[in-house]
């Protein structure tokens, strides 16, 4: 079942049930993906949590202005996602949620909580992006943001998407399954092929609205964050020890076998994961 929400700036926010029976638990996707990109996931969780998993602004089934995309968006519309949840009586009226986030959606839990202290109740967070700015150079372009717009963004038919992404950069280690949610419900059909609905523009102007004050207030957030690295080389798992340090109640759990696709890679261990750390 998919809803759409309002949130700011006059987006509405889709909001995917990915089932399951327990607490409501509030899954926000990485840059360039969207909710349902995480069901292998959630069908492992389903004796412990309901998850729940919105398509961010700019991404999925959400409808976005055109527009600039900071991330403190992103933040939102989660919190437009978790009031909606007590609105319909799937969160008790002040009882905080479970929440995990990946890359750009860990960034977003952590801001939630950052605005209304008390929302969440404990966070599992692989890679999420909080650089520290003291002592980075500012770059003179966004590399992300760069390649972003040079993306391929059509296909002939979902199996020749598949096909091509199978093996290849971010998706090279990524199980079947999630990589077929990921086009399956990331493309729309045009004409006599498919496109992106997150267009790499959009997709690189995610990437420039990055929220480059995060890190330095980690140490307000009170609550319980499990903080994920993989170990591959990326500025990603190079900020998760420095993450997991700064905030109170942070601890860190290295997959030094995985890459930033980790969730993806190995959807079984990720949710033993997250059950550990929220359950």
């Known amino acids: 079942m998919t809803e759409l929400i309002e949130s700011t700036d006059g987006v509405q926010v889709?909001?995917?049930?990915?089932?399951?029976?327990?607490?409501?638990?509030?899954?926000l996707h990485a840059t360039g993906f969207h909710g349902r990109?995480?069901?292998?996931?959630?069908?492992?969780?389903?004796?412990?949590?309901?998850?729940?998993?919105?398509?961010?602004?700019?991404?999925?089934?959400?409808?976005?202005?055109?527009?600039?995309l900071p991330w403190s968006g992103m933040a939102d519309d989660a919190v437009a996602v978790i009031e909606r949840l007590r609105t319909a009586g799937q969160l008790p009226d002040g009882e905080p949620i479970r929440a995990c986030g990946h890359s750009m959606g860990g960034a977003a839990v952590l801001n939630v909580e950052l605005r209304r202290p008390g929302t969440i109740?404990?966070?599992w967070l692989y890679e999420p992006i909080a650089f520290?700015?003291?002592?980075?150079?500012?770059?003179?372009?966004?590399?992300m943001a760069e390649a972003a717009r040079r993306r391929r963004d059509r296909f002939d038919s979902l199996?020749?998407?598949?096909?091509?992404?199978t093996g290849r950069g971010p998706f090279a280690d990524v199980v079947p399954e999630a990589l077929r949610d990921y086009v399956?419900?990331?493309f729309r059909p045009d004409g006599d092929g498919i496109t992106l609905k997150?267009?790499?523009?959009?997709?690189a102007r995610v990437f420039e609205g990055i929220d480059l004050d995060l890190f330095d207030h980690l140490p307000e957030i009170g609550i319980d964050v499990?903080?994920?690295?993989?170990?591959?080389?990326?500025?990603?798992?190079?900020?998760?020890p420095l993450i997991a340090e700064a905030l109170p109640h942070g601890h860190l759990d290295l997959w030094p076998d995985r890459s930033h696709s980790g969730p993806f890679e190995d959807p079984s261990r990720a949710a033993t994961a997250i059950i550990a750390a929220l359950a």
Do not use: K
């Not at 309901?50 to 991404?59: E, I, K, S, T």
């Open 14 to 27: 889709a909001l995917h049930d990915l089932g399951g029976d327990g607490p409501p638990l509030l899954f």
């Open 132 to 143: 520290p700015a003291a002592g980075m150079p500012v770059p003179a372009s966004n590399p």
């Open 198 to 203: 997150s267009s790499g523009e959009v997709e």
């Open 184 to 186: 399956e419900h990331g």
């Open 159 to 165: 199996d020749a998407a598949i096909e091509r992404l």
């Open 226 to 240: 499990t903080i994920v690295g993989s170990g591959d080389s990326g500025n990603p798992a190079q900020i998760a």
């Open 121 to 123: 109740r404990a966070a």
């Open 37 to 68: 990109c995480y069901r292998t996931i959630a069908d492992h969780l389903r004796g412990q949590f309901h998850v729940w998993a919105p398509d961010l602004r700019g991404h999925g089934d959400s409808v976005t202005p055109d527009m600039a």
